[in-house]
């Protein structure tokens, strides 16, 4: 555990970095570690977004601790429901979501869910798009991801559609 902290320490001597992450929480009692405490204060420290893939309950333990962390939340949550991401939205201003691989889910058949679409059209400021290309395979699939995410960002407004889309990563990483 002190190694991967020695590692980020040493990495964020570059100052190239934005961010820290994706890196997974598995549950609550494991977001309130010692070695994801101090990562949280290293991001802290330099201004940084941790990009973390857990549940809600892990990311309200880490606002718990740091109120002042800004969290880029992977999936939203994986499987929590708009409702949830909306809660933990209003409940934490330095809060946003990445949604990918959740594109089926958000527009089944290629219809906007519209309990997504409510989520989009309410927190179009905090919500990016992503393709999470975490392994080879994904890249094969890479063009049809897109393709779906297209059709589906059509169906909101422009505005919103084109803040998803790319105008909020290019904003959170400049």
Known sequence: KDRILTYFKDRLEM???KGLGEFHIHNPIDAD???IRETVQLAVKRNLYI???????????????EPNVKILWAHAGMSDAPSVVSRMFDQFKNLWVDISIREYEIAPNGILDPEWETLF?????RITIGSDTWVNSQW????????FD??????LPEKVAKKIAYENAKRLFE
């Open 15 to 17: 100052p190239i970095y």
């Open 33 to 35: 570690s010692r070695v």
């Open 51 to 65: 990009h973390v893939h857990t549940n809600h309950k892990a990311v309200e333990t880490i606002f718990s601790y």
């Open 121 to 125: 059209l309410n927190y179009s400021d």
């Open 140 to 147: 094969d699939q890479y063009e049809e991801i897109i393709s």
């Open 150 to 155: 297209r059709k589906w960002l059509a169906q």
